[in-house]
Nanobody
Framework: QVQLVESGGGLVQAGGSLRLSCAAS????????MAWYRQAPGKQRELVAA???????NIADSVKGRFAISIDNAKNTVYLQMNSLKPDDTAVYYC?????????WGQGTQVTVSS
């Protein structure tokens, strides 16, 4: 039974940085890839960044050049480094597989960016 616990969110001013962590129990790479998603109030959940077991990454155009995804296999943790944050980045951030599995969704971590 895989459990994913997100942390590292918070309130930050525009231009600031945060690093989100996704701690996983069990094997992260049972799925083909792991990813970060986000969902703003009243909007659909969207893919932000994904990383394969081979280390290849895919970054959404909206955050390309500002966000980076990485993984620490020893700690069984996936990270999302977020730099140059904008108010439009405000959302609840979740980790999951890519494509996502319903039973993997956790509580997420809130990121709020003020202008």
């Amino acid at each position: 039974q895989v459990q994913l616990v997100e942390s590292g969110g918070g309130l930050v001013q525009a231009g600031g940085s945060l690093r989100l962590s996704c701690a996983a129990s069990g094997s992260i790479f049972g799925p083909s890839a792991m990813a970060w998603y986000r969902q703003a109030p009243g909007k659909q959940r969207e893919l932000v960044a994904a990383i394969t077991s081979a280390g290849s990454t895919n970054i959404a155009d909206s955050v390309k050049g500002r966000f980076a995804i990485s993984i620490d296999n020893a700690k069984n943790t996936v990270y999302l480094q977020m730099n140059s944050l904008k108010p439009d980045d405000t959302a609840v951030y979740y980790c999951n597989s890519d494509p996502p599995f319903s039973r993997y969704w956790g509580q997420g971590t809130q990121v709020t960016v003020s202008s």
